[in-house]
């Protein structure tokens, strides 16, 4: 199987590359975010839960985020490998998946991280939130909010994966296209 974990603050483009990566190499796509939203839209309890914590820029507690990722794995058993979008996003996410995967037995392949300049990362959000109807990159501090959360408790993740010899920095600006080239680069070298 081949597994990535696609990683990067809110806005370094890991939802539009992921769309690409999962066309050439036939992989499942499992973005966090999307299931919680399409959690919200269908008002689940878990949607209920999740938004308290999405409206604010905050992360949803690991043991509801894992369990929920976990059966989205198992839901897809059959699959050539997976893309993880916006998972892990903290240390205890990193090893809950590692062990999970091993269990089914699999193991994450690589971790692609993309690179962007806060800046551009804030006006990307805000473009975004002009054009969908995403509350959480409507209003600066809410995005302000989730690059800090991104700072203190997700960037160590990358750690995780440097320590297993499977990190790899992509720089996340420039066109979509370059930016799919350059992940596309990386995986076949593989
Ligand atoms: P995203 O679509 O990846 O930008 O995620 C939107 C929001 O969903 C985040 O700001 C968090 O509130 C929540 N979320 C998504 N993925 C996770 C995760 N792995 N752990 C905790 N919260 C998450």
Same mark, same amino acid.
């Given at each position: 199987m081949l597994n990535i974990v696609l990683f ?9 590359q992921? +769309?690409?990566l999962?066309?050439?190499y036939?992989l ?10 399409? !959690?919200?839209?269908?008002?689940? &309890? ?7 914590? =999405? &409206? ?11 369990? =929920?990722? #976990? ?10 490998g997976f893309i993880f979008?916006?998972?892990p ?5 990193a090893?809950?998946l590692d062990?999970?995967l @091993?269990?089914?037995?699999t193991e994450v392949s690589l971790m692609l991280a993309l +690179?962007?300049?806060?800046? $551009?990362?804030?006006? *990307? ?7 969908? !109807?995403?509350?959480? &990159?409507?209003? @600066?501090?809410?995005? $302000? !909010? *989730?690059? *800090?959360?991104?700072? #203190?408790?997700?960037?160590?993740v990358a750690?995780h994966y440097q320590s297993q010899g499977k990190h790899q920095s992509v ?6 296209? #370059?930016?799919? +080239?350059r992940l596309f680069q990386v995986i076949d070298q593989q």
């Amino acid at each position: 199987m081949l597994n990535i974990v696609l990683f990067g603050p809110p806005g370094a483009g890991k939802g539009t590359q992921a +769309e690409k990566l999962i066309s050439k190499y036939n992989l499942v796509h499992l973005s966090t975010g999307d299931i919680f939203r399409s !959690n919200i839209k269908g008002e689940t &309890d878990l949607g209920k839960l999740a938004k308290s914590y =999405m &409206d604010k820029g905050e992360l949803v507690p690991d043991s509801v985020t894992i369990q =929920m990722l #976990e059966k989205e794995v198992e839901a897809n058993q059959s699959a050539n490998g997976f893309i993880f979008d916006g998972f892990p996003r903290t240390t205890n996410q990193a090893v809950a998946l590692d062990e999970f995967l @091993e269990s089914i037995p699999t193991e994450v392949s690589l971790m692609l991280a993309l +690179e962007v300049p806060k800046k $551009e990362l804030i006006d *990307r959000l805000l473009l975004r939130g002009k054009e969908s !109807n995403r509350v959480d &990159d409507q209003d @600066e501090s809410i995005i $302000e !909010n *989730r690059i *800090r959360v991104y700072l #203190e408790q997700t960037a160590i993740v990358a750690k995780h994966y440097q320590s297993q010899g499977k990190h790899q920095s992509v720089d996340g600006q420039g066109s979509i296209n #370059e930016i799919t +080239e350059r992940l596309f680069q990386v995986i076949d070298q593989q």
